[in-house]
Structures are given as structure tokens and as C-alpha cells.
């Protein structure tokens, strides 16, 4: 072997060690995470927790019930408002759009999905909050519903673009009007992704704080109904970490706790379905 | 798209419900588009008085005084922009190793486990991030990190001074690790994107695996994987909890990487619901605009980066 091709060889390997160690590196960094956040979190955790109001300033005990139904309440008003729109507007993208029409929706779909979530709030602030005249479970979840609109427009195209042709054409074939063969063919057949997509989109915006910290607000006690401000398990994360004391600290891990087990848990299992489904439709 | 169409005519349609049904979903898109402008134009008109006050000096001065109704966005811009640039500097050397390793070199399935742990830390609330970065980054940067940093690089003046804990350093480390995923994973799609006989070419010509991917397949990839580090960079301008949580909050430009500092996501989260009067709220709310213009312009160009690669890439060249 000369100078010059052992020194080609040896770049190869160098290389692959430099970037294998930073692969390493990334996923050894994320499973510190992870582990952290579990251990530390699970640690933190009791039955009141579940169960309790927030003990006033000062007393240790205590819990987040009222947040957890508060996020969950937010998170329901938000699918009510992103989720016809962005189903819809994939629909419209899959199934009707001209290409130009198509390229621009797309490309705006992604602006939007870009725009900063707290920019959200701050517009939320002024079209629902200021309106309303008060803080609001329903403003937070409009709020967090326009968040929810991109993705749920791109994997609803996605996974209706997946249905075969054939699928489509025999619909057609026995004379049906295009939009039953989309209703009763096309949209079953992708279903199961369409519903991962819309469990992935709910497991992001859970997790939303920035859009929530002027619009859902905060509350220490129960919020009835939709336009009382409300307590979320993002917003009472923050509050309790930059408070100053040690009990709101380890009740803000074990909030953390949970909401990763509900996000994990949802991406785990819905990226497994997506995964088994694209088996399916190539094979 | 992709199905064929006959005519019937705009009545028949109309009987047969395609007309309602297309008017429905145009409805959505149209609506999206709609709110897309909606929050520019919100954006816009519920600034009008600060921008009105202050004109372009609003992004040069650096005098934040909600007593004196003096507001500059100086120090937030500084603070936004460094400690970006901070996560992008740690964050893109780490992130496209990565991903050549992992559409390049490694075994597909590794590959595909690998790729899945790594989407998985992009799912990670970022308040968690933040929690983190208070009770766990911040005490090892304090008592290990930052010590070593000084005794090596403390004669430069971005590591001088006293170090708090917070820090646009410490935002600049959590901030890296919140976009490595995204640069992780847009680059490996990017990477497979890069068609087989490209590779194939340069391998039969006896150039060695590393060779291949240097001179070839980054070569044809650069759009694209500049496109996911501009992605990255548009994801933390606008980060707001985990930035809030460890940079300090103090609304001045310091020279060292290591003084506390502030960002114009994390005063907008920390000012906006108690700002009095109308000129305070008005500021807070050019300073989202100014952020939403800017992570605008820098999506915007990544998109058009990534799709540019990927269509090259999927159609036969």
C-alpha cells in the first residue's frame, strides 16, 4: 500500500469513529435526559399529587390536580378548533389542490408551523383575551388549537397521498361522485395514520407553555367551565421552578414526570403504528 | 391530486356534492392562509404606537425603562442573537456528524433506532429543558464546566467576569441541545435523499466510503443540510421557556458570554401580562414581531433549501 492510499484509508476510519462518537454523543445525551427526568421525577411523585389542590405559598404538600384537568381541558377545546381545519386543509391538499395551489399552501403551512409559540400567544392575548375582557381556558386552547392546525395538515396529506391509486380509481370506476369515494374509501384506508398524526400534533402542543403563560393564565384553585382563567401542568412546571421553594421544586419534577410520560407514551406507541402502516402500504 | 376528473358540469356537481365538498376543504385552506395573515396583520396593528414612538430607534437603543416609557430592544436582540449563534456553534458540528453517520456509515437498522431515540428528544417539552437546565446544567457549569472554561480561556473577555449560573452561556448549551434533533434528523432525510448511483459513480471510480460521502454526497446534500441548520436557528430565535428559565433576565448587553442577559422571547414571557399601559404592551408586542419576521425570513429560506435537495434528489438526474 503506498503513503498516499494509507493515508485515504486512514481518513476513512477516522472519520468513522468521529462521527459515530458523536452519534454517541447525542443519543448518550438524550438518554441522560431521559433517565433524569424519570429517576428524578418518579422520586417526586405521590397519590396527592393527582388528587390535591396547590397548597398555599409557604405550606409543603399539596398537588396539581387542578392543572392536569386544566391541560386536558385546554388540550380538548384546541382539537376542536385545529383539528377540522387542519384535517380539512389536508384533505384539500391530497385530494383537490392544483400544484401551484398546492406549493403555496404547503410552503405557508410551514411558515405557520414555524411562527414562534409564544407570537401565538401574544396574537391570542389580543384577539381573545382582550375581547373576552379575561383569561380564559378557551382562550389558551385557541391559542394552542392554531398550533395544532400545521402538522395536522401534513400528515393528513401524507397518509391520504399513501392510499394507493387503484383504491381511488376502483371508487370512481363504479361511478360514485369523487367526494363519497374520499369519505368512504380514501380516508378510511389512511385512517390509522391520520389518527397517529393527530396523537403526535396533541402530544407537542401538550407540552406548549409559552402560548398558555397569557391567555389560560394560571389558577391555585379549580377553573369551571371555559372562560375562567385555569392552571396547566407547562405553565405550573415553570412557575414552581423558578420559585424559591424546595417542595414547589420537587412538584414541579414530578409534573415534568408526568407530562413526558404522556408524550413519550404517544410518541412511542404512534410512531410504531406509523411504522407498521408503512409496511403495509408498500408492501 | 393524481385523480382523474371528468366535467360534469358546475350543476351536476353541485347535485352530486362535489361542489359543497370542494368548497368545504377550500374553506380550510383558505382559512389557514387567512390566519397566517391574521397574525402579521394583529401583529402589526397592535404595535402601531411604540413603533409609532420609537421608529427604527426601537431596534438600536438598548434603554428598557417601563417607569420612563422608554423602550429600546436592543439588549433582547443581542441576547436572542448570541445565544443562538452560541447553540448553533455547539449544535451543528455535533448534528451533522451525526447524521452522516447515520445515513452514511452505519447499518440501516442501528441507523433507524438511533434516528428514533433522537426524534423522540425533539418531542421533549422545552419547559422541561428548562427545568433541567436550572437544576442540573447550571449547578455542573458552575462547579466543573465554567471553572475549567476560565482557567484555560478566562483571559478572553466573552469568558470574563463573575459567573452566576445564569447566564447567556447556559442558554447558549440548552438551547444546542434542544435543535440537535432537528439538524439530526432533516439532514439524514437529506443525506438518503442523495440518489444511489451518485455514490455508486464515485466508488467505482476507487474512491473509499469517507472520500464518497465528502466529496460527493455532502457535496450534493449542502443545500439541504444548510436548510436544517437554518431550521435550527429559526427554532432557537424564537425558544422561549427553556432561554427564560437559565439566561438571568437582566435587560443589558454584556461582552462575556458568561453575565447574565435576556432575550425577546424571554421578556415578552416575563413582562406581557404585567405591563401597564398601553405604550409597554405595545413595545412587547413589536418585539413578537420583530421576532415573527425574523424566524419568517429564516423558515422561509430553509424550507426553500431542503425542498430544492430533496426534489433533486427524487427525480431521476
Known sequence: ?283 | MGMTESRPGFLGRLRSGDGIARAVVLLAAVLILLITAVILGELIVQSKLSRHEFGWRFLVTSTWDPVAGEFGALPFIYGTVVTSALALVMAVPLGVASAIFLAELAPRRLSDALTFLIELLAAVPSVLYGLLGIFVLVPILQDHLVPLLKSWLGFLPIFAGAFYGVSYFSAGVVLSVMVVPFIVSVSREVLLAVPREQREASLALGANRWQTTRRVVLHYAARGILGSIFLALARALGETMAVTMVIGNAPRISKSLLAPGYSIAAVIANEFTEATGELYLSALIELGLVLFAVTFVINGLARLLVIATVRKGGAPS
Request: glycine share 10%.
Open chain 1, 1 to 283: 500500500m503506498s503513503f498516499f492510499e494509507a493515508r485515504k484509508a486512514a481518513a476513512n476510519v477516522a472519520m468513522m469513529i468521529v462521527t459515530g462518537a458523536a452519534a454517541l454523543l447525542t443519543v448518550g445525551v438524550l438518554l441522560f435526559i431521559l433517565g433524569y427526568l424519570v429517576w428524578h421525577g418518579a422520586h417526586s411523585l405521590n397519590w396527592g399529587f393527582f388528587t390535591e389542590l396547590p397548597a398555599p405559598v409557604g405550606e409543603t404538600g399539596g398537588g396539581m390536580a387542578n392543572a392536569i384537568v386544566g391541560s386536558g381541558k385546554a388540550l380538548a377545546f384546541a382539537t376542536l378548533v385545529g383539528m377540522p381545519v387542519g384535517f380539512l386543509g389536508g384533505v384539500y391538499l391530497s385530494e383537490y389542490a392544483s400544484s401551484g395551489a398546492a406549493f403555496v399552501l404547503r410552503y405557508v403551512t410551514d411558515l405557520l408551523n414555524g411562527v414562534p409559540s409564544i407570537v401565538i400567544g401574544i396574537v391570542a392575548y389580543a384577539l381573545v383575551v382582550k375581547r373576552m375582557g379575561h383569561f380564559s381556558t378557551m382562550a389558551g386552547g385557541i391559542a394552542l388549537g392554531v398550533m395544532m392546525i400545521p402538522i395536522a395538515v401534513r400528515s393528513t396529506e401524507e397518509y391520504l397521498h399513501s392510499v394507493p391509486r387503484m383504491l381511488r380509481e376502483g371508487g370512481l370506476a363504479l361511478g360514485r361522485p369523487k367526494w363519497r369515494v374520499i369519505a368512504t374509501i380514501v380516508i378510511p384506508a389512511a385512517l390509522s395514520g391520520i389518527i397517529s398524526g393527530v396523537m403526535l400534533d396533541l402530544a407537542r402542543v401538550a407540552g406548549e407553555t409559552a402560548p398558555l403563560l397569557f391567555t389560560a393564565l394560571n389558577n391555585q384553585y379549580w377553573s369551571n367551565g371555559w372562560s375562567q382563567p385555569t392552571a396547566t401542568l407547562p405553565v405550573m412546571i415553570f412557575t414552581y421552578a423558578i420559585s424559591p421553594y424546595p417542595d414547589w421544586h420537587r412538584q414541579a419534577w414530578a409534573a415534568g414526570f408526568v407530562l413526558l410520560m404522556v408524550v413519550l407514551v404517544v410518541n412511542v406507541v404512534a410512531r410504531l403504528v406509523l411504522a407498521r402502516k408503512r409496511h403495509v402500504v408498500v408492501g
